[in-house]
C-alpha cells in the first residue's frame, strides 16, 4: 500500500493556488485523486492520509480545493468502513468548500454523493418522514447535484448522478430539476457522453415524454453506447409507448447484442419477477449472447401458449405491469424491516409485496381495505384472484411505514398487537367489534370473511381463523412461484369441449379433433334480413408440458339460426389439427367478435400415438349418438358425434375408433367394457375381481394398415350416472392388448 500512499500524499497535501475559475488542471488533479482512493482498500493508511490532508487544511482554510480532496478521503472511507459518520465528515468538508466557491461544480457533486450514501444508511420510516418535509438525504443530494451542473453544463457525471437520484427518489419538482440538467447537459460537449444521453431517456420515460425517451436512447446508441444495454432501454420505451411491435424487436435485438453486466442484469431483473429461481438457472450458465436470446424469446413464447394468447402479449403485458408497479409500488428505502408476521421474505429491492404479486399476477379480480386505527390496525389492502383450481387471496400489511406493504398470511395480522394478537383471537370465544369488522370489509373476498365479520356466528371462530390462515399461505406459496396472465371474460361462455386423436386423412400422421357445444343464449346474435347469424372465433393451440408451441389453429366460424337460440340450444362443431405422437396439452379459445364474450378451456393431458399404420396401435374411442346433430366425415363414412357427451337413459350410442398395423386378414380379438365412473360396479361389489363385466366381446379380420371400426352400444340396462367405456384390442399374433377409455354420461330423458 505504500507506492498509492505515497501518489495520494502528492495529490493531497500541496494547496493550489486559488483562481477565478476551476481550472482543467484542478479538475485533473481532483480524479487522478479519485482514481487512486479507489485503489485503496486498507482504511489505515487513508486514515494516516486525512490526518496529513487536515494538517495542510489548518494551513490554507480558505482554499476550496483542500477541503474538496478531504471530502473524497471521507467518502472512500466511508466506502471501506460502511460508516455514516465517515460519509457525514465528507458532506461537511463539501459544504465548506461549496461556501467558499458555489462556481465550481465539483464541491456540489462531491457533497451530492456523501448525501446519496448517507441516505443509504437511513432507517427507512425516519427517511419517508423526512422525503415528506424535503429534508431526506436523497432530496439533499439532488439539489446539490443539480447545483454541480447548474455551475457548469458540460460537468457530466453530476447530470448523471442527478438523474440517478431523481429516479431513485421519484419526486415530481426532483425530476423536473433532473430533466432540465441533463437536457442542458446533452446539448453541451457533455452530449457526447454516452452515460448523459442515458440517464437522460430514463428521465425523460419517467416524466412520461416516450418519444424524447426514445430519441435519447437512439442518440446513447449513436454516440457509442452499449448495444444490448441502449437496445433494451429503446424495447422499454417502446413498450411505455405502447409500439409493442417495435418493443418486440428491440427486445431480442437487444438480447442478441448484450454482453455487458449492466445489460445482462437488467434482462434477468426482467426475469427474476416473474420466474422461478430454478427457471432462471439456464440464463445465468449462458456464455454467448446468441443461445440467451433464443432462450429468452422461448421463455416468453412459452407463456403466450399459455393462455392461447398471440406471440409477445405476455412480454407487453409484463412492461405494463412492472410501469404500474414502478409508479405505484416502489420502495423508497432497500432497508426494510421485518415482523415475524411478514413470513415472506424477498430478495429484490426495487418494489414492496404488492409489487411482487402484481408482477406475478397482474390486477386483481377484487381489491378490499380498511381504514387505519392508531395503535390497534395497520394500513391493510387485500387483494382477490379468483382461479379455477382454487382463488388466490393476497393480504398486505404496512407496519411501521406507510410506504412498504408486505404479505401477511391472516387478515389478523393486520392488528397492530401482530402474532401475539392473531393468537389471541384464536384463544377468544368471540371477536371483538373493531376485529369483527375488518372481517366483514372482506365479506366480498371469501365467504370466510362474512362469517368472521358476523359478530353473532364468531363466537367460535378458532377453526375458521385456523382455515383462513390456511387460505393465506397457500396463496403465498403459489403467488410467490409461479406468474399468470389469465384471460377474463365479461360473459363467459360456458363452453363444453372433448377431443378425440384419429389417423390423419389423405396424408400421413394424426388428426386431433376438438368438438365443441356452446350455449347458444350466452351469445350476441348479429341479425340480417333473412337470418340470424352467429360469428365465432376459434384458436386451438397444442403445446408439449413445458408450452412450448407444436400446432396451432386460427378460424373464424359464422353459424346461422332462423330464429335467436334460446336457454337449452347449442352451437356445435369440430375443429381438426395435424399433430405429431407425443405427449401434449392444448387451449381452445373461443370468442365473439365484438364483444367480451368468450371462454379459455383447458385439457392439460393428451397423448397422441403413432397412427401411421406399420405397428400394431388403436386411436381414441368416439362416441356419438344418432340425431346429436353433428357428425364427422371420414371418406366414404359418417361417424355421429355426442358435442355434450350426455344420453338418454334407456338409449344406445354409436362407437368408432380404428386399429393400426395389422395384416389384411389378420383376426384381432375385442373386449367392450363398461363400468360406473369413480365405483365399482355392482358385479364387483358382489363376486370380486378387477375388472368390470364385458358387455360384449367379438373377433374380427383386419382390413389392412388400416381397420375402421363401428359399433352400436345397448345402454338400455344402465341408469343415470357418469360411465367409462373400456376397449381392449388384443393382437393374438404378439400377444400385445391395447386399451382405449371413453367417459359419458346417461340422463334422464
Known amino acids: 500500500m505504500r507506492r498509492p500512499l505515497i501518489v495520494l500524499l502528492a495529490l493531497s497535501v500541496s494547496p493550489a ?106 432507517v427507512i420510516a425516519i427517511e419517508n418522514l423526512r422525503q415528506q418535509l424535503g429534508k431526506d438525504y436523497l432530496s439533499k443530494a439532488a439539489r446539490a447535484l443539480a447545483r454541480a451542473t447548474q455551475a457548469d453544463a458540460s460537468f457530466a457525471q453530476a447530470s448523471i448522478d442527478l438523474a440517478n437520484a431523481a429516479l431513485a427518489q421519484r419526486i415530481q419538482p426532483r425530476l423536473e430539476v433532473a430533466l432540465q440538467a441533463v437536457r442542458l447537459a446533452a446539448a453541451s460537449p457533455a452530449g457526447g457522453n454516452a452515460q448523459v444521453q442515458l440517464a437522460r431517456g430514463r428521465v425523460e420515460r419517467e416524466v412520461g415524454e416516450a418519444d424524447s425517451a426514445l430519441a435519447a436512447f437512439q442518440a446513447y446508441l449513436g454516440v457509442g453506447g452499449d448495444s444490448g444495454l441502449g437496445l433494451l432501454e429503446l424495447a422499454r420505451s417502446y413498450y411505455y409507448a405502447q409500439r409493442p411491435t417495435d418493443g418486440w424487436r428491440s427486445y431480442f435485438a437487444g438480447a442478441r447484442l448484450a454482453r455487458q453486466p449492466e445489460a445482462l442484469a437488467l434482462y434477468r431483473a426482467d426475469l ?79 418494489f414492496d409485496d404488492r409489487g411482487v404479486i402484481y408482477l406475478r399476477h397482474g390486477s386483481p379480480d377484487k381489491r378490499a381495505t380498511y381504514p387505519r386505527v392508531l395503535d390497534r390496525l395497520e394500513p391493510n389492502e387485500t387483494w382477490l384472484y379468483r382461479r379455477p383450481d382454487g382463488d388466490l387471496i393476497f393480504h398486505f400489511v404496512a407496519r411501521e411505514d406507510v410506504q412498504d406493504y408486505k404479505l401477511v ?63 393465506g399461505q397457500r396463496s403465498i406459496t403459489v403467488g410467490t412461484t409461479t406468474d399468470s396472465y389469465r384471460r377474463a371474460f365479461a360473459t363467459p361462455l360456458e363452453v363444453l369441449a372433448s377431443d378425440f386423436v384419429v389417423g390423419a386423412r389423405g396424408h400421413a400422421g394424426q388428426e386431433l379433433h376438438v368438438v365443441f357445444a356452446i350455449p347458444g343464449h350466452r351469445l350476441t346474435p348479429a341479425g340480417d334480413s333473412t337470418r340470424v347469424l352467429y360469428p365465432v372465433a376459434f384458436r386451438l393451440v397444442v403445446s408439449d408440458s413445458l408450452d412450448n408451441l407444436v400446432a396451432r389453429l386460427d378460424t373464424t366460424r359464422v353459424f346461422a339460426a332462423a ?50 399404420g406399420a405397428r400394431f396401435a388403436a386411436s381414441d374411442l368416439v362416441l356419438g349418438r344418432q340425431g346429436s346433430g353433428l357428425a364427422w366425415t371420414t371418406g366414404s363414412d359418417t361417424v355421429p ?93 404378439t400377444a400385445t392388448s391395447l386399451v382405449r377409455r371413453r367417459q359419458f354420461v346417461i340422463v334422464s330423458r
Open 272 to 350: 427474476g419477477v416473474v420466474a422461478h429461481r430454478d427457471e432462471l438457472a439456464p440464463f445465468d450458465g449462458f456464455t454467448s449472447p446468441g443461445p440467451r436470446a433464443a432462450w429468452l424469446e422461448r421463455f416468453w413464447l412459452q407463456r403466450d401458449v399459455a393462455e392461447a394468447r398471440e406471440p409477445g402479449e405476455r412480454l407487453a403485458e409484463h412492461y405494463r405491469r412492472w410501469f404500474y408497479a414502478w409508479h405505484n409500488f416502489r420502495l423508497v428505502s432497500r432497508h426494510r424491516h421485518y415482523d415475524i408476521t411478514e413470513r415472506y421474505r424477498t430478495d429484490q429491492l426495487d
Open 563 to 612: 330464429a335467436p337460440l334460446r336457454q337449452g340450444a347449442y352451437l356445435t362443431g369440430r375443429l381438426a389439427l395435424a399433430v405429431p405422437p407425443g405427449a401434449y396439452r392444448y387451449r381452445l379459445l373461443v370468442q365473439q367478435p365484438g364483444s367480451d364474450a368468450g371462454d379459455l378451456v383447458i385439457r392439460d393431458s393428451i397423448a397422441v400415438g403413432t397412427l401411421d
Open 641 to 733: 358425434l355426442n358435442p355434450l357427451g350426455r344420453f338418454a337413459e334407456g338409449g344406445s350410442a354409436e362407437l368408432y375408433y380404428e386399429v393400426y398395423g395389422l395384416p389384411s386378414g389378420a383376426s384381432y380379438h375385442t373386449i367392450v367394457r363398461l363400468e360406473r365412473e369413480r365405483r365399482r360396479s355392482l358385479f364387483h361389489r358382489l363376486f370380486g375381481g378387477g375388472q368390470a363385466p364385458v358387455l360384449f366381446e367379438f373377433d374380427a379380420p383386419a382390413d389392412g394398415p388400416v381397420t375402421r371400426v363401428r359399433r352400436a352400444l345397448d345402454l338400455r340396462d344402465a341408469s343415470q350416472g357418469s360411465y367409462v367405456l373400456a376397449v381392449e384390442i388384443r393382437d393374438p399374433a
Open 17 to 122: 493556488e486559488r483562481l477565478s475559475a476551476q481550472s482543467p488542471t484542478e479538475r485533473a488533479a481532483i480524479e487522478t485523486l479519485r482514481d487512486s482512493l479507489a485503489r485503496v482498500t486498507d482504511s489505515l493508511s487513508l486514515q494516516r492520509l486525512e490526518a496529513a490532508t487536515i494538517q495542510v487544511a489548518k494551513q490554507h482554510r480558505a482554499d476550496p480545493l483542500v477541503h474538496v480532496r478531504l471530502g473524497f478521503i471521507a467518502h472512500r472511507l466511508g466506502e471501506i468502513a460502511n460508516t455514516k459518520s465517515h460519509y457525514d465528515a465528507a458532506a461537511g468538508e463539501f459544504e465548506w468548500a461549496a461556501e467558499l466557491r458555489p462556481d465550481w461544480p465539483y464541491p456540489w457533486y462531491g457533497l451530492g454523493l456523501a448525501e446519496l450514501a448517507q441516505g443509504e444508511h437511513a
Open 409 to 471: 398470511e391472516s387478515l389478523a395480522d393486520a392488528l397492530s398487537s401482530g402474532f401475539r394478537g392473531a393468537l389471541a383471537l384464536a384463544g377468544r370465544r368471540g371477536l371483538d367489534p373493531l376485529t369483527s369488522d375488518l372481517f366483514a370489509s372482506r365479506a366480498d373476498i371469501n365467504p370466510l370473511y362474512a362469517r368472521l365479520g358476523n359478530t353473532l356466528g364468531s363466537a367460535n371462530a378458532a377453526g375458521v381463523l385456523a382455515t383462513e390462515r390456511s387460505l
